[in-house]
């Protein structure tokens, strides 16, 4: 929803790369507002902070899409594997606790998922 109103806000017609880094920023930030999690708690957000991150890098070095894409795609799988050694604090994985330890966040899965999607996409 935050990244939506990001665009709709500042009237994007065109998504180059600082526009698709600030609507996932703005996306992050909505997630945490609203699920009250954060980095390292074993959630999407462990990997879509990375991303977040990488793109952000890219558009200041003047990267291209592609790039940026490659780079936030990359981001976030280093990210997912950062759930691996971590113990589930929420959602139905939470119940489990101690058994989620070694197992990456399913949350994070799909988020760098859909970076490498994108990255896939754009670079053809």
């Given at each position: 929803?935050?990244?939506?109103?990001?665009?709709?806000?500042?009237?994007?017609?065109?998504?180059?790369?600082?526009?698709?880094?600030?609507a996932?920023?703005?996306?992050?930030?909505?997630?945490?507002?609203?699920?009250?999690?954060?980095?390292?708690?074993?959630t999407?957000l462990?990997?879509?902070?990375?991303?977040?991150?990488?793109?952000?890098?890219?558009?200041?070095?003047?990267?291209?899409?592609?790039?940026?894409?490659?780079?936030?795609?990359?981001?976030?799988?280093?990210?997912?594997?950062?759930?691996?050694?971590?113990?589930?604090k929420?959602?139905?994985?939470?119940?489990?606790?101690?058994?989620?330890?070694?197992?990456?966040?399913?949350?994070?899965?799909?988020?760098?998922?859909?970076?490498?999607?994108?990255?896939?996409?754009?670079?053809?």
């Amino acid at each position: 929803m935050r990244a939506a109103k990001y665009a709709k806000d500042n009237a994007i017609e065109a998504w180059d790369l600082g526009a698709i880094a600030e609507a996932a920023k703005a996306a992050a930030e909505g997630i945490e507002q609203r699920g009250k999690a954060s980095r390292g708690e074993k959630t999407m957000l462990d990997a879509f902070w990375p991303g977040v991150e990488a793109l952000q890098a890219a558009q200041a070095d003047g990267k291209s899409l592609a790039d940026g894409l490659n780079d936030a795609a990359a981001a976030a799988q280093e990210g997912l594997e950062s759930t691996k050694p971590l113990k589930a604090k929420y959602g139905r994985a939470a119940w489990l606790q101690e058994q989620t330890v070694g197992v990456q966040d399913p949350g994070a899965t799909v988020t760098a998922v859909v970076f490498q999607a994108l990255a896939e996409y754009v670079n053809g």
